[in-house]
T-cell receptor, first 110, second 114 residues
């Protein structure tokens, strides 16, 4: 069964304290792995798509990496405005549908 | 202007009422999706459409129906609302690249069924 698990569920950081969020997946053929940011009461905002193991993408303080079993979202020197829930999703080859993880809620304190 | 818009943004209704949620997009994407989000359950796919003449059920389609009126419009209906359909509903469009599509979400509709 295709599955996505994100850890930790919640993460509290001090401003400037770098860390990583994990997304582990099992899927029968990966078409793509997606990262989204979601603010409370709003729709998910697209961040990155990763297509194959070894690929990396960066945007400001965020860097996403991909292996054959997991993806990491590295946050370097976070700021309070990075506080949000980060969602990971995979698109399976057999169905083409997106399967979402539960998300990691990040809080960055000044 | 937002690329994906949803109306209404908030709706409170009673059990048994018919409800329609509307989605419009200006992104020019052929693919459109409806999801619901519940605390602890994440985002789950209700229905999806790859073009105007194509409608497909997602993992939780029971109790819902959809209509693709045009490339830019995709509406979701609850024929007879029940309390466990209380949730956040999101519409999304899909931009195709090769054999993947990146989905872009609307702002959501918060639906409460009393």
């Amino acid at each position: 069964e295709d599955q996505v698990t994100q850890s930790p569920e919640a993460l509290r950081l001090q401003e400037g304290e770098s860390s990583s969020l994990n997304c582990s997946y099992t899927v029968s053929g990966l078409r793509g792995l997606f990262w989204y940011r979601q603010d409370p009461g709003k729709g998910p905002e697209f961040l990155f798509t990763l297509y194959s193991a070894g690929e990396e993408k960066e945007k400001e303080r965020l860097k996403a990496t991909l292996t054959k079993k997991e993806s990491f979202l590295h946050i370097t020197a976070p700021k309070p405005e990075d506080s949000a829930t980060y969602l990971c999703a995979v698109q399976a080859s057999n169905t083409g549908k997106l399967i979402f993880g539960q998300g990691t809620t990040l809080q960055v304190k000044p | 202007d937002a690329d994906v818009t949803q109306t209404p943004r908030n709706r409170i209704t009673k059990t048994g009422k018919r409800i329609m949620l509307e989605c419009s997009q200006t992104k020019g994407h052929d693919r459109m999706y409806w999801y619901r989000q519940d605390p602890g359950l994440g985002l789950r796919l209700i229905y999806y459409s790859f073009d105007v003449k194509d409608i497909n059920k997602g993992e939780i389609s029971d109790g819902y129906s959809v209509s693709r009126q045009a490339q830019a419009k995709f509406s979701l209906s609850l024929e007879s609302a029940i309390p466990n359909q209380t949730a956040l509903y999101f519409c999304a469009t899909g931009a195709v690249r090769g054999n993947t599509d990146t989905q872009y979400f609307g702002p959501g509709t918060r639906l409460t069924v009393l």
